[in-house]
């Protein structure tokens, strides 16, 4: 059993085709991948808006003191240029700033467009009234407390208005869906190595399968060995791959190592299945094979995000069956279920899934195999 698993092994390695999509791909694409947009969703811009100062009454500079101090926080979330009324208005028309903060007896804000950068505004607009109006009740009450609220208001000005963040604890990134995808991709190009296998199991096809078949060694034991090796290689590559994304690009895809093991354990038996599966096609040339397994691990692949990121979300509106049976997107899925949204019922079907098929694959590619007989090798 050694001994094959041994020779499996090498011939794994030395399948030039097999070791570049496998293992030097994913590799290449992630830091390409993390070159153009990696860190784009991680540190949101200032927000350029427009100050007017219309009279300078007790509401308008408050407004303006609040501004100036979100202004010079920390967090930077807002940069305000004071300008005239016409002037604010021609560069809102042009989006070179995001609003037009207006202080007068009644402040109020102008938006040009909805988005989150207006939301974001808008909130700010809101605690700002609120924060006024309570202070208006103050003063109606005890006015002797008024001035000593007005500079609360001010010192607090700087707090965090809106917090982007997820129900995993962990900050969302618009790009990570990406990488996700690229594991998926990862997982299911395990479908080469899996070819081989079935290749290599049929007398019919090479002269390597013909050698086998008249060996002494029974084909389930060279079966079980082949899909070993096969898998233990591509579960390799992909736990290898989920540490350079985090440990090296410090991409956050999450930190439950267990159930993220358990994903591309379960991803890496359905890549393997799917080309165990293809292989068994006895009809179809070696060359077709291969061009079948790249089109279905792409095809796979885009329906789960890896070009476009919104395709699942319109696949779940219009055809949801599509997200619950593609291999990659219940990958993308799994993942997402235990990062940004946790939810186990949802990673346990996904799971389960992904397992059912990967035994239906290996089911009919072995008993399809285990029929063939030979007149003649």
């Known amino acids: 059993m050694l001994h094959l698993m041994k020779y499996r092994g090498k011939i794994t390695l030395r399948e030039k085709t097999t070791v570049f999509w496998s293992f030097i791909f994913a590799f290449i694409l992630t830091t390409l991948m993390y070159m153009a947009f990696g860190g784009m969703g991680t540190t949101p ?12 009454g007790t509401k308008a500079m408050a407004l303006k003191s609040v501004l100036t101090m979100l202004e010079d926080s920390e967090e930077k979330l807002i940069a305000v240029e004071e300008m005239s009324i016409e002037e604010a208005k021609k560069k809102l028309e042009k989006e070179k700033i995001s609003g037009i903060f207006i202080a007068g007896e009644d402040p109020e804000l102008q938006v040009a467009e909805n988005g989150l950068e207006q939301s974001v505004l808008q909130v700010i607009m809101e605690q700002f009234q609120s924060r006024m109006n309570f202070l208006s009740d103050v003063g109606r009450e005890k006015p002797e407390n008024q001035a000593s609220a007005m500079a609360s ?3 607090n000005a700087s707090a965090v208005y809106v917090e982007e963040g997820a129900l995993g604890g962990e900050k969302p990134d618009p790009f990570i869906q990406y990488f996700f995808s690229v594991i998926a991709m990862t ?13 290599q199991l049929q007398g019919n096809v090479g002269p390597v399968g013909a050698r086998r078949m008249v060996s002494s060694t029974s084909k389930v034991k060279m ?8 898998f233990g290689v591509d579960f390799a590559v992909v736990i290898l791959l989920m540490c350079y994304m985090r440990f090296v690009l410090k991409l956050e895809i999450g930190d ?14 359905m890549g393997v299945a799917i080309g165990v599966w293809i292989g068994s096609l006895t009809k179809i040339s070696a060359g077709i094979k291969e061009g079948i397994l790249t089109m279905a ?28 049976l593609n291999p990659a997107s219940l990958i993308t899925d799994a993942l997402y279920s235990i990062t940004m949204f946790p939810d186990d019922a949802r990673f346990i079907r996904d799971i389960v899934t992904l397992g059912a098929l990967a035994l239906v694959f290996f089911g009919t590619a072995y008993y399809k195999m285990r029929r063939i007989r030979y007149d003649s090798i």
């Open 45 to 56: 811009d200032t927000m350029k808006t427009a100050l007017v100062m219309e009279d300078q």
């Open 153 to 155: 208001m001010i010192r």
């Open 187 to 199: 997982c299911l190009f395990g479908c080469y190595l899996g070819m081989d296998i079935a290749t």
């Open 223 to 230: 079966f079980l060995c082949d899909v070993g090796i096969a």
């Open 256 to 269: 439950d190592w267990p159930r993220m093991t358990l994903i591309a354990f379960v991803g890496c038996l």
């Open 297 to 324: 691990g792409l095809f796979s692949s885009f329906l789960s995000g890896l070009m476009i990121s919104d395709i699942k979300g319109v696949l779940e509106e219009s055809c949801p069956i599509i997200n619950r």
